[in-house]
């Protein structure tokens, strides 16, 4: 005689078996420790204030510990190790900052809000700092002249403007040449307004990497290039290293690659040429402070073009910047250095 099976039965075992598995694994918590994670500020920014983390746009999470079931921390540390970063953004109305003032950010409290991490059935249970500061400033609007720079930053005297002049939100103590907007042009961005006028962006930098841009596009245009400027190669350019106060006297330098400057090439007049084969020196290099506890540096050098002929557009360069790569040695221990 045949047995029925009793499906019922087994589908009750099988729901069973799966609910302790899964109340196993929720009563089972555990943590994970990101070593690293950043914190930005939303793009929602009212334009008449700026928010920063110490006049920087994001700062760097030293450390979040996170807890949560076993599988979900094994899938949050699977994610990272695949390339994820743990981001977050801080959004100045939502967390009331948004008046001018300085701010203290308590960011396990912040941390512990965040939809993502809770989406994901996790929880911060610490983090490394504590507290971050923010600072809120007030901008006020003015009208800005427009600059046209190269590449290299340097002032294209021949650009023409229009309009020469653009309302931004600006700190309200910036008065006189801080009231400047530059247009970063390439050369094939020169060459091209040559023939045709080109749309461009004024921007200004409120503080390294804290750029604003400009709701105003301007038309730039540049006239024909000029017979007078010739392309020019300066051999054998020496190079001046300026030391501060603190380490004049107590290392020369070791140049690791003099051949990455031995030559200089500029378009210039003939005149500002000849004005810039009689510098003194051709190239400066800056020494700082903080090099004396590095084994070797690499710095971008100064090409020390003569000003008079800057102002008048006769001399540019016409290369990219060479860094230098060197290393300081007691000067007790060779020559004495050279500086300015």
């Known amino acids: ?43 929602s920014i009212a334009p008449s204030l700026w928010v920063s983390f110490d006049e920087e746009p994001l700062v760097s999470i030293e450390e979040i510990v996170l807890k949560g079931p076993a599988s979900r921390i094994a899938e949050q540390e699977r994610k990272l190790k695949e390339g994820e ?10 967390e009331k900052m948004d008046r001018p003032d300085n701010y203290t950010l308590t960011l396990l409290a912040f941390l512990q809000k965040n939809k993502r991490i809770r989406q ?14 923010v600072k809120v400033v007030k901008l006020v609007e003015k009208p800005l002249k427009v600059r046209c ?21 600006v700190p309200e103590d910036w008065e006189g040449e801080r009231l400047t907007a530059d247009v970063r042009l390439t050369p094939r961005e020169i060459a091209y307004a040559r023939s045709a006028a080109i749309d461009g962006t004024p921007q200004i930098e ?17 006239p024909p290039e000029e017979e007078k400027l010739r392309g020019y190669n300066i051999p054998s350019a020496t190079i ?33 040429e000849s004005g810039y084969k009689n510098q003194p020196f051709q190239i400066l290099l800056y020494i700082l402070d903080d ?14 073009l003569p000003e008079e002929f800057v102002r008048k557009d006769e001399i540019r360069l016409n290369q990219q910047p060479a860094t230098a790569r060197f290393k300081l040695i007691p000067a007790a221990g060779g ?3 050279v500086g300015l």
């Open 335 to 337: 020559p004495p250095p």
């Open 120 to 133: 994901r059935g996790l929880m911060v249970v610490s983090c490394k700092p504590e507290m971050i500061s």
């Open 206 to 222: 409120l503080a390294p990497r804290q750029i604003r841009r400009a709701r105003t596009i301007v038309k730039i245009k540049m």
């Open 85 to 94: 970063m743990l981001e977050f953004n801080l959004d100045p109305v939502q």
């Open 291 to 304: 090099d004396e506890k590095q084994e070797g540096v690499s710095r971008k050098v100064v090409y020390n």
């Open 240 to 272: 001046g290293f300026v030391f501060s106060p603190v380490l004049q006297g107590k290392y020369r330098v070791e140049l690791l690659n003099p051949q990455d400057m031995a030559v200089v090439r500029i378009k210039a007049t003939a005149a500002a």
């Open 149 to 169: 720079i190269d590449e290299y930053g340097i002032t294209i005297k021949a650009a023409i403007v229009d309009p020469p002049q653009v309302q931004m939100f």
């Open 1 to 43: 005689m045949k047995r029925k099976f009793k499906y019922g039965k087994i589908a009750l075992v099988v729901f069973i078996t799966v609910l302790i598995w899964v109340w196993a694994d929720l009563a089972q918590d555990d943590t994970f420790t990101v070593p690293h994670a950043t914190l930005s500020l939303a793009k």
